[in-house]
């Protein structure tokens, strides 16, 4: 499972020089960071192509459908053929904060059916630390004739979720601890957690260096948060980028996971939906089993 999802960077020079080499994005995103085109631009991965997450890895931005929808699959498609994507053409995705935001890319471009879409494995600063070298400016890339379809990776909408919704799948809160308790809330409408929801900051996915812990590691900390071998949980966070990330990470652990796109910043603008504050208590977690 880990070989289908992670590359690192002796992994990718070597794809690269070989006769199909992938193509590789750059993924450059943080909340509050409008700056990651500029990033790009002072230093990248040979060949890398800027990706915009907000532009192009998300449907326009609005109170009913959050701060990053799906896009429509059209667009998806118009996009990923820009970057210069073909049929059977591998992808590697990257950033420079422990693929957070990568792995959005990672996630849409596997739901829209490309099989081979890996992650560089501590991004950036492990391609730097390998002793790789950096390009600057903008790559122009070819023209790519990739056909994508809709529904290889699970996701449900807000309606399925929560009291009423159609499933009982327990909820997994990416977001850091604070955001989850409700003490801070930088952008969405009212601070809190989906009800029932268990916080399982997605950094934690992550060891010191930025790369992904290990597969066992892995599956020690979700059963810590009560899931195992079986379960699907639903996964949201502030807008749906994060939450790509913990999928991500229950796939190198074995396990499943399914997508909230809408994620916080949905359910935090509907008045209508219940919010809850403070260590869920009615959520199996380590932390309040002390």
């Known amino acids: 499972m880990v070989a289908e999802l992670l590359i690192d960077p002796d992994g990718l ?4 020089l070989s006769s199909t080499p992938p193509v ?5 995103w943080q909340l509050g960071d409008p700056d990651g085109h500029q990033h790009y631009r002072a230093g990248h991965i040979p060949g890398a192509v800027f990706v915009d997450l907000d532009v192009e890895l998300a449907g326009p931005p609005s109170p009913e459908s959050g701060r990053h929808p799906l896009p429509e699959l059209a667009d998806l498609q118009g996009a990923a ?3 210069g994507i073909d049929d059977d053409v591998p992808v590697v995705v990257y950033d420079d ?3 957070l935001a990568a792995a959005r890319a990672w996630w849409l471009l596997r739901w829209g059916g490309i ?3 890996r992650m560089l494995d501590g991004g950036l600063g492990a391609w730097q630390s390998a002793g790789f070298r950096v390009s600057q400016g903008d790559t122009e890339p070819r023209s790519g004739a990739v056909t994508l379809t809709a529904g290889h990776l699970p996701s449900v909408t807000i309606d399925n979720i929560g009291i009423g919704g159609d499933t009982d799948a327990q909820l997994l809160d990416a977001r850091a601890a604070e955001r989850y308790r409700g003490e801070i809330e930088p952008v969405d409408p009212r601070a809190g957690h989906i009800p029932g929801a268990i916080s399982a900051p997605t950094a934690e996915n992550l060891a010191a260096d930025g790369t992904f ?3 066992d590691d892995l599956r020690v ?3 810590t948060l009560g899931i195992n071998d079986g ?5 949201y966070c502030g807008s749906g980028v994060n939450a790509a990330h913990q999928i991500a990470a229950l796939q190198i652990a074995g396990l499943r996971g399914t997508l909230f796109a809408g994620s916080w910043s949905q359910w935090s603008a509907d008045q209508a939906r219940p919010v809850a504050t403070g260590a869920d208590e009615t959520a199996l977690t380590k932390e309040n089993l002390r």
């Open 13 to 16: 020079a070597d794809a690269m």
């Open 24 to 28: 590789v994005l750059d993924v450059r």
């Open 81 to 83: 053929r820009r970057w």
């Open 97 to 99: 904060s422990g693929n």
């Open 115 to 117: 099989a081979d879409v």
């Open 213 to 215: 812990r290990s597969p």
């Open 221 to 223: 900390r979700f059963a």
């Open 231 to 235: 379960d699907d949980p639903v996964v």
